[in-house]
């Protein structure tokens, strides 16, 4: 079995290393407290501040450590990962995919509602088994060695389910990259799974344009296109030139800071206000995943693949999508108002069985750190009538 426990324990040295960082930077004189033009500086140099002289990461170590780690070994890749128990009868096993540019920390708070669903006023009956692995590049995984394997990682998390962690049948959660992976999953792997769950329909489906689109549909369309326009920025530099910002913010805490807190403010139902969601801790904690690991370039990896993808990899991705689908798994979305995209229904149902749809009155881009209770909800209840069926 090529399991093994894992914890987090980084070395004293990479964190002095930081503190000298942090004490020797070169604050904007900037004191901007809009985010219109990007990051507040004023709110940077008081995040700064908290970091150089409040933020504890041993604490944040223990307690992220109280989560059951692992690596898994697969075809010569390194998976870090988390597996939860469940607590109930006939726990069902999920796995949650993370997305940009967050970790295996978006469903920290999360992990619970679904474990021990008895704990949190639910029916015991709808406890998980759940994993949540670290994307490969992201975090305590691999960093992978070459382009194109974000169209390979369904396959690994088959493997990881199955081969692994002895899951015949299996269900399947995620949002951005998460979304993209979950369905590469279902598309290739319909056998093992028994239905997925999304907070968002991929946005690639958009590259290939219907010759008859809906009115609804073609507002989404165009709403995706000034998306690209306004604040597709970050994505077509992560996209194309990953390399030289790679480097620039390996280097630099307070440049990764800036980038990475951008999209919690930004992408986040916070009002403007980035702590209306999420503490400094949680921010804080979410870029140190980056900084010690030194993965935010290969982070970047997922945007150079697919804007790199040339006609022989879509020809691939199309056979797959005839020969599998995606449309013979089960599949529901849970939609939250402040996500960057805002699909109708029809435009999902083109790709996908969709058999649960729900428009949620909040939340964003980060569902499952803001609106943990109300994504739970759906998760449970799409499952339901499928836990009999796996």
Request: include cysteine; charge should be negative.
């Amino acid at each position: 079995m090529s399991v093994e426990p894992f914890a987090i324990r980084i070395p004293q040295s990479t964190l002095d290393d930081l503190r000298d960082r942090l004490n020797s930077t070169r604050s904007s004189r900037d004191d901007a407290t809009d985010w219109d033009a990007g990051t507040s500086p004023a709110y940077l140099r008081d995040l700064l501040g908290y970091w150089r002289t409040q933020y504890d990461w041993r604490a944040q170590e223990a307690e992220l450590n109280q989560l059951a780690h692992y690596l898994a070994t697969m075809s010569g890749v390194t998976i870090h990962f988390v597996h939860a128990r469940g607590r109930g009868l006939s726990p069902f096993p999920l796995i949650l995919t993370h997305g940009y540019p967050d970790s295996f920390l978006r469903f920290r708070k999360l992990i619970p509602l679904l474990t021990d669903p008895a704990s949190h006023g639910a029916d015991p009956l709808d406890a998980f088994d759940v994993v949540v692995p670290s994307l490969p590049g992201y975090g305590f995984s691999d960093k992978p060695d070459k382009a194109g394997g974000t169209f390979d990682i369904g396959a690994l998390w088959r493997r990881l389910m199955t081969s692994e962690l002895g899951y015949e049948r299996f269900g399947a959660h995620g949002g951005d990259w998460g979304s993209t992976i979950t369905e590469h999953l279902a598309r290739s792997h319909s056998t093992s799974v028994a239905g997925i769950h999304l907070t968002d329909v991929p946005f690639w489906h958009s590259f290939q344009k219907p010759d008859d689109p809906s009115p609804d549909e073609q507002k989404y369309l165009d709403s995706i296109a000034a998306f690209q326009m306004k604040n597709g920025a970050y994505a077509m530099i992560q996209g194309t030139r990953p390399l030289t910002l790679a480097d620039s913010l390996n280097d630099s805490p307070v440049g990764l800071a800036a980038w990475l807190v951008g999209k919690f403010q930004r992408w986040s139902d916070c009002n403007g206000d980035v702590e209306q969601r999420f503490t400094k801790d949680e921010l804080l904690t979410n870029i140190m995943l980056y900084w010690v690991t030194e993965t935010i370039g290969t982070s970047f990896l997922p945007y150079y693949d697919v804007m790199h993808a040339g006609a022989p990899r879509w020809i691939v991705e199309k056979a797959k999508d005839l020969l599998g689908g995606a449309a013979k798994v089960p599949a529901g979305f849970a939609m939250f108002p402040k996500d960057l995209s805002h699909p109708p229904r029809e435009w999902a149902e083109r790709f996908y069985d969709v058999q649960r749809w729900t428009e949620l009155p909040r939340g964003g881009h980060f569902a499952a750190l803001e609106e943990p209770h109300l994504l739970a909800d759906e998760i449970r209840a799409f499952f339901r009538p499928l836990r009999t069926k796996a």
